[in-house]
């Protein structure tokens, strides 16, 4: 059995496993009560995955997650306050309420977000490795996905790179055992998840992902291998979801007995009572912590709806990337070369964009033979085409 870190580290870790469990059963409500719109994925059940593997990491260290991510922002350090209102989809939430569940994001603790495509952090998080290696720093990336992820092709191309490149990367497979409602036998040939790497190079660890400790112990030797070694690993954290895959979830496909067992392996309530036995706190003393999880929670819930929504004349604001970085200023839109509508007021200053005369010359020319957004790429000058807007 792992040992206990210190008094004050243990009490932090279950204080916030609390706060996560808590924070997403209000979440709940408020979705049920209209209060969070689109779709509202809950960790419950997974919260050690999340609070063992986070405290494992240093502050310098990129976290980032799926579109199950509320725990994520708040292991980190986000307040419960700017979560709950990116829930509402008020001004004050961590994405400026554009985001809402799916979309959390806290670039100055790290946290670089939670993303709603299946495998689409993968290669992103080999991107943050790849940077923190051409950059000469020890910072290391933490990146989570479920199991269904495993299957999708940018694992194994993910995998494959960060090996090439040795980079400074720790793949952490929560497996809680379903892709939305298909089980993992039903879903992976192989269900021994971490060693589903080995074939592109990256090694193979499990942890318990209903226990805090093994889970803080394994990511730690992980992220460990991949800081000195350069060598990424792949931690399979064996978990379950006590909740529907999302809110609107029949659970059809698994029995009511299936998760009582389950429940009783509650990561929250195993290790109270490993630390109510160790002396490290009293009954009374959990009881506590559970209050002031329940309160923190209320207040967030009071700011986020005291929070205005984002006003309607700022929708165009963060849509497009304009500046240095962008080669050509059609990269930006690619209907025509004029503003549209939205953005009349903004202040754009195209003038010094390089390629804009030869855009125009070409949109010119790609308008009058037919309107076609594919002609206009075709006709787009090769050496500077990165236009993302109109992918067909
Ligand atoms: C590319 C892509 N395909 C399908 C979906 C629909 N989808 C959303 S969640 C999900 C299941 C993913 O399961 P898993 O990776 O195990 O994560 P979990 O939800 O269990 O945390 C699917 C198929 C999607 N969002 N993106
Ligand atoms: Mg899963």
Redesign the pocket.
């Known amino acids: 059995m792992p040992e206990l870190p210190e008094p004050d580290v243990a009490r932090e870790w279950l204080a916030t496993m609390t706060l996560i469990r808590r924070f997403e059963e209000r979440a709940g409500e408020m979705y049920a009560r209209a209060k969070v719109g689109g779709f509202l994925?809950l960790?419950i059940g997974?919260e050690a995955t999340i609070v063992g593997s986070a405290r494992a990491l240093r502050d310098s260290d990129y976290l980032i997650s799926?579109?199950?991510s509320h725990g994520h922002a708040l292991v980190r350090g986000t307040p419960p306050e700017n979560v709950m209102a990116e829930l509402f989809g008020r001004v004050d939430g961590c994405s400026g309420g554009r985001g809402g569940s799916m979309h959390m994001f806290d670039i100055s603790r790290r946290f670089m977000g939670g993303y709603?495509?299946?495998?689409?952090n993968l290669p992103i998080a080999a991107g943050f490795a790849l940077s923190s290696d051409l950059q000469g720093t020890e910072d290391v990336t933490l990146c989570m996905?479920?199991?269904?992820?495993?299957?999708?092709g940018t694992f194994g191309e993910t995998m494959n790179l960060a090996a090439l490149w040795k980079l400074p990367v720790v793949f952490m497979?929560?497996?809680?055992?379903?892709?939305?409602g298909?089980a993992?036998e039903r879903?992976s040939a192989v269900t021994d998840l971490q060693r589903k790497g080995e074939s592109f190079g990256v090694p193979g660890m499990r942890c318990d992902g209903m226990d805090v400790l093994d889970t803080h112990r394994v990511i730690g030797a992980a992220l460990e291998r991949a800081r000195e070694e350069r060598q990424p690993v792949l931690v399979e954290a064996l978990t379950y979801?006590f909740r529907g895959?999302?809110m609107a979830d029949p659970e059809e496909y698994r029995t009511k007995e299936q998760v009582a067992e389950w429940r009783k392996r509650d990561p929250i309530a195993l290790f109270s009572e490993r630390l109510v036995a160790e002396r490290v706190l009293d009954e009374a003393g959990v009881a506590a912590l559970d209050e002031a999880a329940v309160a923190r929670v209320d207040e967030a819930v009071a700011f986020a709806d005291a929070s205005p929504f984002p006003a309607p004349e700022s929708l165009y604001d963060d849509v497009y990337a304009l500046g240095d970085q962008v080669r050509g200023w059609y990269s930006v839109d690619e209907r025509t070369p004029n503003v549209h509508k939205g953005e009349d007021e903004r202040s754009m200053d195209h003038g010094d964009v390089p390629g804009r005369e030869q855009y125009d010359r070409h949109a010119a020319g790609a308008h009058e033979s037919s309107d076609d957004g594919d002609d206009v790429a075709a006709s787009r000058p090769a050496d500077t085409a990165q236009g993302t807007g109109a992918a067909g």
């Open positions: 994925h960790s997974e799926t579109y199950r709603g495509i299946v495998g689409g996905f479920g199991d269904g992820a495993s299957n999708q497979v929560s497996n809680n055992q379903f892709g939305m298909t993992l879903h979801r895959h999302s």
